[in-house]
């Protein structure tokens, strides 16, 4: 098992930045490979960014590409999801989540954050 916890969201302007964190609970969090997803209100999760256990190799969905880096911190059990130059379009509950393989899908990932909330006002 492994808990996740969010933190770092908030009510922000375009073209403004933010970083969230997701902090585990410990050592077997580095075994697993770490997401970033986003649900806007009446909408489904969506994929954001993902990394390896390494952090390596990342992943991105096309609509953050060049504004959000994904990055993990292995000694402390965390990992990161800066985002720059953000967007109305980007407000939403941010989740993080832990599963054995990079997936961009939501069934790829067996933890799960409660999420932190994200909103952008133009």
């Known amino acids: 098992q492994v808990q996740l916890v969010e933190s770092g969201g908030g009510l922000v302007e375009a073209g403004s930045s933010l970083r969230l964190s997701c902090a585990a609970d410990g050592w077997s969090f580095n075994r697993y490979a770490v997401g970033w997803f986003r649900q806007a209100p009446g909408k489904e999760r969506e994929f954001v960014a993902a990394?390896?256990?390494?952090?390596?190799?990342?992943d991105y969905a096309d609509s953050v590409k060049g504004r959000f880096t994904i990055s993990r911190d292995n000694n402390k059990y965390m990992v990161y999801l800066e985002m720059n130059n953000l967007k109305p379009e980007d407000t939403a509950v941010y989740y993080c989540a832990a599963g054995g393989l990079i997936s961009r899908a939501r069934d790829g990932y067996d933890f799960w954050g409660q999420g932190t909330q994200v909103t952008v006002s133009s």
């Open positions: 990394c390896t256990w390494s952090g390596q190799t990342t």
